[in-house]
């Protein structure tokens, strides 16, 4: 790091733990492994006394002991090179929050044996470690069709920050059966739980560009139980400007006036619009309320920085911009890289913002790049 803070292309090569020799032999439960425990003590925990590293392992069995190979037997959009998982950590004004998602691998490499892989995981997590399914199983129905269509069937997620106990989500695909049946899924599973007051409200009745532009695209839950569990839905905003994304937001009535836009224009440099890859809001709500609790802006900041030593500089303004310090992004992004900052754009792949209780939360989303370290594609399906 130099005299001003910045990574430099020294300051930020990897520790010896994060070399990139010899990744196509790994497995992926190594090499995800690995990513977790230079995060982890990047933040000052221990490996050993970090929830998430056993319950990784866990969730990537039996598929997790595969060799990685030289490129994906099925591209997983879960991360930006096709890795089947990605990693993410929160800042705020406590200690960080680390997070992994992962996307179930089946026998063979497609997408109904994935979704069957899916589905077996979450079953697993509530058998083997108590995770309630109850919310999940009135809804799964809907996005695990005969004949699954779209990028994946179901993705499961962890969050775990110190003084806490793992928190586990899981991602249902509103493309599941076709752009066309997006909406209908979404009313039925919304109903399902309890917001159908909410689906009309901010969806149905909702001003804004339509939903060929502003489009539902997941759906997901906490698997917890209690007044607190959340419902979200991500909205793929296409070839949307800093102020359409503003007006996206304007819905919650948590949303700062001005958080929105100005999240974009200090990731990507600029108003817009944005055409190379979607931002993405989401709205969380929860049983009983018809208001949004909490909005999320994740915008790709990999589509529109040239390299990782840009979107560096853009995400530590952005946490500066919000009162936030910067040092446990630093000391996270100096041990995660296993490259020179400069060699690539895909190891910071979004940045986000939400406010809880009306203080900021930044997200830096994390490429594991076992197979690149550029973005190999930007454009969405």
């Known amino acids: ?11 930020g090569a990897p520790v010896a733990s994060r070399s990139r020799a010899g990744i196509a032999a790994r497995s992926y439960e190594e090499h995800g492994v690995e990513g977790i425990t230079a995060l982890s003590r990047a933040v000052g925990i221990p490996p050993e006394d970090n929830p998430l590293i056993p319950i990784f392992r866990r ?67 509530g058998r083997e470690l108590g995770v309630p399914l109850d919310r999940a199983r009135r809804i799964e129905d809907l996005f695990l069709p005969g004949e699954p269509r779209g990028i994946f069937a179901v993705w499961h997620a962890v969050a775990w920050k110190p003084g806490s106990t793992p928190a586990f989500k899981v991602y249902y ?71 359409d994304v503003e007006a996206a937001c304007a819905a ?22 944005f055409e190379k890859k979607p931002p993405i809001t989401c709205l969380s709500f929860v049983e009983g309320e018809i208001a949004p609790s909490a909005v999320t802006v994740h915008f790709p900041i990999c589509a529109y920085a040239d390299d990782d030593s840009v979107a560096y500089d853009r995400i530590r303004a952005l946490l500066v911009s919000h009162g936030l310090l910067t040092a446990h992004y630093e000391s996270m992004l100096r041990a995660f890289a296993s490259r020179p900052l400069a060699a690539g754009n895909g190891l910071q792949s979004y940045a986000s913002l939400r406010r809880y209780r009306g203080a900021p939360r930044v997200t830096v989303y994390l490429g594991p790049e076992a197979y690149s370290p550029v973005v190999a594609r930007v454009a969405q399906a």
Not at 1 to 11: E, F, T
């Open 1 to 11: 790091m130099d005299r001003d803070g910045r990574v430099s292309d020294q300051g």
């Open 59 to 125: 969730m990537v069995q039996p598929w997790g002991s595969r060799a990685i190979g030289e490129r994906p037997l099925r591209w997983s959009d879960a991360s930006n090179d096709g890795t089947p998982y990605e990693y993410s950590v929160a800042f705020g004004a406590r200690l960080p929050e680390m997070r992994f998602m992962v996307e179930a691998q089946g026998e063979a490499p497609d997408l109904c044996s994935n979704q069957h892989a899916g589905r077996a995981l979450s079953e697993r997590l």
């Open 173 to 243: 695909n509103l493309l599941s059966q076709g752009p066309e049946a997006s909406a209908q899924l979404l009313e039925e599973a919304l109903t399902r739980l309890g917001l159908a007051s909410s689906y009309r409200a901010y969806y149905r009745d909702a001003p804004g560009r339509g939903p060929e532009l502003d489009q539902p695209i997941y759906f997901s839950l906490d698997l917890a139980s209690g007044p607190e569990a959340r419902v979200k839905v991500y909205r793929r905003h296409r070839g949307a400007t800093a102020a």
């Open 252 to 273: 919650a009535p948590s949303h700062r006036p001005g958080d929105g836009a100005a999240l974009c224009r200090i990731a990507a440099g600029g108003d817009g619009p």
